[in-house]
């Protein structure tokens, strides 16, 4: 099975994500220390390469794991207010705290 793609569609928080082993998974800040493991159970569904499941809602015994790279600021967003006829205008920007991850394993 080394030579065929694997892969999963996983939950975290909000949002779902497709991976496979060894790409690089930015979600939303969560509380994992830098170099941690983190099994994700929430599996929506699965691809081994001849098979394909889907979990209703999650597959029971599928697992992925992944290893934290840490948490990072991301891209700064621009918020502008204007008011007409008035000479009103402030722009301030936002950048969100991101979780990087790694994806270590799929487990079907």
Do not use: W
């Amino acid at each position: 099975m080394a030579d065929k793609i694997t892969y999963a569609v996983i939950q975290l928080g909000a949002k779902q994500y497709l991976v496979k082993e060894g790409d690089k998974v930015v979600a939303e800040k969560m509380d994992v220390k830098d170099g941690e493991t983190l099994k994700v159970k929430e599996v929506l569904l699965a691809y081994d390469g001849e098979k394909t499941q889907i979990g209703e809602p999650f597959l029971e015994k599928a697992m992925v794991e992944l290893v934290s790279e840490g948490v990072q600021k991301g891209e700064k967003i621009r918020i502008a207010k204007f008011k007409a006829k008035s000479r009103y205008r402030r722009v301030t920007g936002h950048r969100q705290l991101e979780s990087h991850f790694t994806v270590k394993a799929i487990t079907l």
